[in-house]
């Protein structure tokens, strides 16, 4: 869904800690999602995935949790850096294979 | 490896004028995705266009229009500009449809288009 952005959620984290940014999605049908970072001025970058019969894959330094029966989706991320800094996205593939966003996330991290 | 890449960067337009946008996927991908992110707004689905079809496009009134090429470059075109089409455009491409093995969607930098 839609957010407007000068109200972003803002996730603010020291380094060297963990951090988890939480997703709601919409679509109990969706088959497939992505957690993606958005640097200032640039493209989404793609972090890692979830295909919907599973509930956790780890990739370098990050998780993605999902749970299909309150219809939630995290992203973990361990030893957070002050390189992590953005805003994070997560998406859903939904009939039509057309990702829906969310709002996004701002994760702010404290040297 | 050569990623998504978009042309022009930047593009200033007048309200009326029309657009046009580029996008090259990663090479051996034919999905292509267009996407609109307004300030302060998320991403919005426009069009996804794979093997030289429109096949899927989002809430957008059909002044935004495209196309993909036999080599699988795209367009994005918008007629009729309106104030409110300043966004960033991005372009993003995936090797077949989207939760298929190894089919995840790379986004490219985007075109800042701004209307005046």
Known sequence: ?111 | EAGVTQSPTHLIKTRGQQATLRCSPISGHTSVYWYQQALGLGLQFLLWYDEGEERNRGNFPPRFSGRQFPNYSSELNVNALELEDSALYLCASSLGRLAGLNTEAFFGQGTRLTVV
């Open chain 1, 1 to 111: 869904g839609e957010s407007v952005g000068l109200h972003l959620p803002t996730l603010s984290v020291q380094e060297g800690d963990n951090s988890i940014i939480n997703c709601a999605y919409s679509n109990s049908a969706s088959d497939y999602f992505i957690w993606y970072k958005q640097e200032s001025g640039k493209g989404p970058q793609f972090i890692i995935d979830i295909r919907s019969n599973m509930d956790k894959r780890q990739g370098q330094r990050v998780t993605v949790l999902l749970n299909k029966t309150v219809k939630h989706l995290s992203l973990q991320i361990a030893a957070t850096q002050p390189g992590d800094s953005a805003v994070y996205f997560c998406a859903e593939n939904n009939a039509g294979n057309m990702l829906t966003f969310g709002g996004g996330t701002r994760l702010m991290v404290k040297p």
